[in-house]
């Protein structure tokens, strides 16, 4: 068994490909309309499906805008550099919500960065060989 995608429910389908894909430098995997069911999905990730987990990027026509829920946490990203990816993500008009540093009660070197509809998205970097 293994991961195969996490769904969000988005406002604004354009709007959420746009930062998933220019901010966070992901890729369109798929997408399919559904017109009897008034939606479209659109799987966007790093790697092929086959390959690796993805983002169901859920867009009902009829709604513009969801509570986020008090049950959801984050999605998590590796990255090389955190400090780095802060800047990259400000640069392409991203929004970071808490700044690249140790994580409280550890040394993991983390970050936050918030998507257009309010998901949190936890940057991690890479541990160092020791």
Same mark, same amino acid.
């Given at each position: 068994?293994?991961? =195969? +995608?996490?769904?969000? &429910? @988005?406002? *604004?389908?354009?709007?959420?490909?746009?930062?998933?894909?220019?901010? =966070? /430098?992901? &890729?369109?995997?798929?997408?399919?309309?559904?017109?009897? /069911?008034?939606?479209? *999905?659109?799987? @966007? #990730?790093?790697? %092929?499906?086959?390959?690796?987990?993805? =983002?169901?990027?859920?867009?009902?026509?009829?709604?513009?805008?969801? %509570?986020?829920?008090?049950?959801?946490?984050?999605?998590?990203?590796?990255?090389? *550099?955190?400090?780095?990816?802060? %800047?990259?993500?400000?640069?392409? #008009?991203?929004?970071?919500?808490?700044?690249? #540093?140790?994580?409280? +009660?550890?040394?993991?070197?983390?970050?936050?960065?918030?998507?257009?509809? /309010?998901?949190?998205?936890?940057?991690?970097?890479?541990?160092?060989?020791?």
């Amino acid at each position: 068994m293994r991961i =195969l +995608h996490t769904m969000l &429910r @988005v406002g *604004n389908l354009e709007r959420s490909i746009e930062f998933y894909t220019k901010v =966070l /430098g992901m &890729r369109v995997l798929r997408s399919t309309e559904y017109p009897s /069911g008034r939606f479209t *999905n659109t799987f @966007v #990730g790093y790697q %092929d499906e086959s390959e690796g987990p993805a =983002l169901e990027l859920t867009y009902n026509w009829d709604t513009s805008s969801y %509570d986020l829920g008090t049950g959801y946490g984050h999605i998590a990203l590796s990255v090389d *550099n955190a400090y780095e990816a802060c %800047d990259q993500v400000r640069a392409r #008009g991203g929004k970071v919500t808490r700044e690249a #540093g140790p994580m409280k +009660h550890g040394t993991t070197v983390i970050a936050f960065v918030e998507d257009p509809d /309010g998901y949190k998205i936890e940057l991690i970097q890479k541990k160092t060989a020791a």
